[in-house]
């Protein structure tokens, strides 16, 4: 094509080029965008450091929980819920839900999970007035 050549176009060829251009010209505007959106080699590593740590410390977390609940589980099965007289060593009450909980001042064991009685919600759970009686070991 000559350089200086005139170029003769209708309206609508005139639009449609324009048009032409324009959406070229957007398509570029959005592709530059996203590659400046793109994370960067250096944000990526960051990221996977810190997923990584992040992954580290649950199952640290999961770990501890574990070994708490083995020495929990070991600590109770070692005790015998009693005070050195003998007296079981439970405190509890009756709850909201209408029930009665007793749990061990030692080991923190659940002892007594059961349905509160009309004479557990007048006086408190029966269990603890037995409490005070000193333990006979029983014969197998
Ligand atoms: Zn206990």
Known sequence: MAEHQTVTLTFDQLQKLMEGMIEKSNANMISAIQELKKPSEKELAAEKLAEERAAKELQL???????????????QSA????KPNGVMDYAGQVHNDGKVRLICQICQKLMVNRPATQYDYQNGPMELEYQAQPWVPQVV
């Open 61 to 75: 977390m999961i770990d501890t929980a574990k070994q708490e609940e083995a020495t929990k589980l070991a600590l």
């Open 79 to 82: 005790c015998n819920h009693r």
